[in-house]
């Protein structure tokens, strides 16, 4: 197996090719579409599967609506569309038909135009507010606290496998309700959901902040967010969660009758994640060596591989390993014993190493005769010999010290690398040299973000919500400032 | 409210009111694409994750491929294309810009078109296909057992709920094999899954069958197919599992080098379930008061309705009512107590009647006084009084007795409506007064079954996998046969 290019050569590089040698991922036919495949979609499944309860468990219920959106309903809320207008894939005929001049080809029929063009959703504001505005009469009919698993398609010109793709997998939120208030909580409560999905499930430390107008959801009033480090002080936008205000209620006359009696618009949220989460638990664990999994994330937890010579030897091992096995399963853990009799045990560690398998174990004739086994790491790559005895109740604990671990090392690296500057020329040295978070003031306006972004290529990723009030003075106008905001270079 | 239109007025009336009633769906804005809402899309969730542990259990992974198949590999496949040319939405565009002679709204960006058309993928094979050509070089690389759960796209003209909508959800399974023996047995193995999950988690008795060539999937050399007889006596086509052979291979030049060394094409299968069995679930087990659920796919397993006058009278009832729910939450069912007091007892009934809840548990004053319960089966309507003791382990043995006679009931009514019969006349005679499967000779040509079929409506639906084999004279023709088929209207 070709090793893989380090992230110090190319972290470019080596992330694209781990996608694909992980078996994660790979470029379709299709331009900028990808081809999840089978080991990355079973990561995707684990992440859905807890995201999903999460959702469940704050009351939302999961509904489907239509792939397509037809072009008035889209232009409806102009923000918006206009948002979105640039990357629309357009459906506008219905049938095709046989190639007269080429036998076997088809091309599209000129007789099955369609009367009104489709978008193919970029995000589905717009075809259930259009909905929404039958099931909303009254306040009893709300909320309406609605998620959708499905598939959205943005038209990218460069895209980059999990992180940028033409079509990709998301869940998003949309609910309704009565007050101003309510739904602001809403789309707080959901940031904290996806917060708390991120570090406790993905092991990955994120900032909870607020975009500024410039970076908010076309349509928004307010947008919220969840920020990651990469390894490569790039930071990654990991979840966002919008108030929208009355905007889509108005755009699609979504009225209701409040408890006083009176009419007025509904108030409105969306919040959304999708696979490019995969671009983030790759970017903030893996190594030089391949993926790194936490153990919460990993489709396979533990791999044992026996280290044998003839087939006696593999016998008495497959005895021990097996028991094993079965010990761990029943503690809910996910193990494959790997006896497979083609690749040597070294070929099998390089390849559950590249794959980010958290937990090793070896088993060999010496291990037989002292009681033991050897437990290998994947995130720290340390080794140890434990007894067999209680070795399920010993991984048990070791899975949980990993999964703690592998968020502890992010965060580290998270925290070390939030640069507080005051001037623009220390702003643009630690952008250089650093890279990371950059907490600087700003005086506020779009001019001086825009000028900052042409210039730095950086961008102010939010304002974090638990941001300490500080007077200070902005890096280019040098207009006074009350809080400090976070720049990055980002994904 | 209104109640339904009874089956016997008007059976298709009564199927769209009821989808709409029951809340399971309803028509979008976009033509011929439905709404699926949160009650339906609650029992489709529990029909996905079942079926999804099925596939799992026997060795399928998933795996997502893109939305999108570009013209020309759409039509590599002949057959396929062919089959699914007449009814593809194409995207030819991939941007939509402000329309200068109307503000506010947008327009298809001429400069924006594709150099090739994409097609929304109507099945996934030449996209899927397409793919395989690199994962397939050695029949160590086989078999390949993948599925995917997506959403399809075919035009329909006519479309109803659940049953034929121009995009619906489903899941498709996509194999590849070394022999031509193990890709059979693939499909015969993925037909017996799904005949399983119909029967043992639908309660959906279903003949286990074998398509004729006229009716077989565009570019399969084999379909086998599972058909529900529903209670207006038209059958139902639930499940399809497809014999490809080498024709996508073929197509897409799949080629791998075999255990002896030789090149050849690989063998594929390929089998799917859509949200139509959500119509056969509606269909099959519902009557006139509204949805019949199998206790296995109740989003709302037992649901306890208090009878009482003022708050203390609840308070009381509450505690013993919250008690039993406790209880059988502990034995894994989902319970509902509607304590809501805005509704009275009769109102609830009747809707948890037109939900399909299937089990109603009502709590008095004087059930109290007496320790009892009283427990209203929706399948069945009937009404008794259990003693509160124990309940819960009642309940949990109900709700299997339930599940039993749910599909006994549809058992008894499909086979009381097989009719064999041996002259046109006499066929043409049961399926306008009887309906149901009818049992008849075919001389084995696409004449007769197309002369049948324009004549009477009635389609070969299969050649049962368990026919006896007997002699006897096709209906038209007179020629000689050897077995009866399955005739019947469908949808």
Redesign the interface.
């Known amino acids: 197996m070709a090793k893989l290019t380090t992230r110090a050569e190319d972290y470019s590089k080596w992330y694209n090719e781990l996608v694909v040698k992980a078996d994660l991922a ?1 470029n ?3 331009r900028g ?6 080991y990355g ?2 990561i995707w ?1 684990k992440m859905r599967d807890e995201m999903d309860r999460k959702f469940k468990e704050t009351g939302h ?11 008035s ?3 409806a809320e ?1 923000k918006n ?1 206009e948002g979105f ?14 190639d007269p001049d080429n036998p ?3 091309i ?1 029929d000129p007789n099955a135009k369609l009367e009104e ?4 959703r970029p995000t589905s504001e717009a ?1 259930i507010w ?2 929404y505005k ?1 099931w909303i009469q009254s306040y009893r009919d709300l909320p309406i606290l ?1 998620n959708q698993w ?2 959205v ?1 943005r ?1 990218e010109m460069r895209t980059r496998l999990f992180l940028r793709t033409a ?1 990709f ?1 998301w869940q998003e939120g949309h609910t309704a309700h009565a007050t101003r208030q309510e739904a602001i909580e809403e789309s707080e409560q959901m940031l904290d959901v996806y917060a708390d999905f991120a570090e406790n499930f993905m092991a990955i430390p994120v900032v909870r902040g607020i975009k500024t107008p410039s970076e908010r959801f076309a349509g928004a009033d307010e947008t919220y967010c969840i920020e990651a480090l990469m390894q490569d002080g790039k930071a990654l936008q990991a979840g966002t969660s919008h108030f929208l205000g009355q905007n889509f209620a108005k755009a699609f006359d979504v009225k209701f009758t409040n408890k006083e009696g009176k009419i007025e618009y509904a108030w409105a949220t969306s919040w959304g994640t999708s696979t490019r989460l995969m671009g983030a638990l790759i970017m903030t664990h893996s190594d030089d060596h391949g993926l790194v999994l936490p153990p919460s994330l990993a489709p396979i937890q533990v791999v044992i591989v026996p280290i044998f010579k003839g087939e006696e030897q593999l016998e008495q091992i497959s005895k021990v390993a097996l028991d094993i096995q079965a010990k761990l399963k029943a503690k809910g853990i996910s193990v494959k014993f790997d006896n497979d009799t083609q690749n040597k045990p070294g070929w099998k560690f390089a390849e559950y190493e590249l794959k980010g398998v958290p937990v090793r174990m070896a088993i060999g004739p010496k291990d037989l005769e002292n009681g033991t086994v050897e437990i290998a790491r994947r995130d720290n790559l340390t080794k140890e010999v434990q007894p067999i005895d209680n070795v399920d109740t010993y991984i048990e604990e070791l899975l949980k010290t990993i999964q703690q671990d592998v968020f502890n090392k992010a965060k580290t690296y998270r925290d070390t690398h939030v640069t507080k500057v005051d001037t623009y020329e220390e702003f643009k040295k630690v952008l250089e040299e650093k890279g990371g978070f950059i907490s600087a003031h700003w005086d506020g306006t779009d001019e001086e973000e825009e000028q900052i972004k042409n210039e730095t290529k950086a961008t102010i990723r939010c304002i974090p919500l638990d941001n300490e009030m500080e007077e200070g003075v902005s890096l280019i106008t040098g207009k006074p400032s009350k809080q400090r905001v976070l720049f990055a270079k980002a994904y």
């Open positions: 790979e379709s036919g299709v579409c990808m081809v999840i495949k089978p979609y079973a499944e219920v999961n509904a489907y609506f239509p792939l397509f959106v037809p072009k309903l889209f232009e102009e569309a207008a640039k990357e629309c894939a357009v459906v506008t005929h219905y049938r095709l038909k046989n076997g080809k088809l599209v063009e489709l978008i193919v075809i259009s909905t039958n609605i499905a598939n398609v038209w079509e997998l």
